[in-house]
């Protein structure tokens, strides 16, 4: 089934306004088929066990229920807040311990409050320095289009890693988060790292971002770095790139494409235009997954979205039906395989390598 075909389904099964917030894809997806499947069974039709959905099925449903069902998303908007109630329906269903955590900003003379969304599962064998990894992907939007691709599509993949992940014996503890405001300035990034103490955030091992995974060409992971201003071009200052190489790796073993930025640009790095920026200026590790084209556009340390069509974010076009599910699902199968590897121990940050890194790059 297509990602058109069960966007139908959900919209002939919506029960009524007010109900959808709190209700997972998943779970209105199996009710749609009993229903399908008691009714016909009164015709003598006999049910028989249909598969679970897909991961891009999946992925698709948690995006329609942001970018449609709810819609754009501003900072500060009750939109938002519908899409925090959202998200946190889902990670409670699967058994982390979550919260909301409201902050206020201001643009121009108006004051709005937002909130992060923040899930916590304890590792089932921790260390005794108590590590910890973080993954989250912005829940607001601009108004042009519905924020689909930037950044439901984020927001999406960060759930299925989660889903992926609750019942996984780890030895890190995993922390999810929902940033909000993130499209005036980083706002619930910041907030949240500000408000962490220096023993959590030394804690932090690595931090993985998502944002805008859903319609560009190509799916690419960067390191951060540090740059003099809060512009979009070079120099910059590299910060440490074991995440991004690790995320790669996993890519080739499972046989999903992955680049980075290339020489020409960025060169492996990335700028301070998403939610690891606060990270990377406190000095945490992050790897940052997006959809992108370096190779197409008129700068090199910028790129487009699409060769073909141009950038999706940011504009009217940015809406569920140019969103791709199965680009998406490449995304989340190399998370899901770099965060299981990492907070399973089954990978050993090189933490002499990494003291060097952040006592250079960190001021």
Partial sequence: MNAENFAALRRAARPFEGEVWGL??????????????????????????????????????????????????????????????????????????????????????????????IARRAASFPHADGRTL????HMDSVTAGTGADDNASGVAVMLAVAQALADVPTEYALVFVAFGAEEVGQRGSLHFVEALSETERARIVAMF???????????????????????FRRPYTP?????????????????????????????GYTGPWSDHM??????????????WNWDAGDDPNWGVERAEGGDVLHT?????????????????????????????????????????EISNFVR
Wanted: hydrophobic content about 45%; overall charge negative.
């Fill in 209 to 231: 971002n998502i944002d805008t995974v859903g319609a560009g060409d190509f799916a690419y992971v960067y390191a951060g770095a540090r740059t003099e201003h809060h512009d």
């Fill in 134 to 137: 973080v993954i989250g992907a």
């Fill in 24 to 117: 997972r894809p998943v779970l209105l997806w199996s009710a749609i088929l009993v229903c399908a499947f008691t009714l016909g069974a009164g015709h003598g039709v006999h049910a028989q066990p249909d598969p679970p959905p897909t991961l891009a099925q999946t992925l698709a449903a948690h995006v329609y229920a942001l970018s449609v069902e709810i819609g754009a998303r501003p900072a500060g908007s009750v939109a938002e807040q519908q899409a925090a109630q959202y998200i946190a329906a889902q990670l409670a269903d699967w058994g982390y311990a979550v919260e909301q955590q409201p902050f206020r900003f201001t643009v121009g003379d108006q004051t709005y409050t937002s909130r992060n969304v």
């Fill in 316 to 356: 009217p076009r940015d809406q569920y039906a140019h969103v791709e599910a199965q680009k998406m699902a490449e995304v989340a199968q190399v998370l899901i395989g770099t965060v299981e590897t990492l907070a399973r121990g089954l990978y050993t940050p090189p933490t002499s390598v990494l003291a060097f």
């Fill in 278 to 291: 606060p990270f990377v200026n406190a000095g945490v590790p992050i790897a940052y997954f997006e959809r």
């Fill in 239 to 267: 910060g440490p790139s074991w995440v991004r190489d690790l995320a790669l790796e996993q890519a080739a073993q499972l046989g999903v494409p992955l680049r980075t930025s290339p020489p020409t640009g960025w060169d």
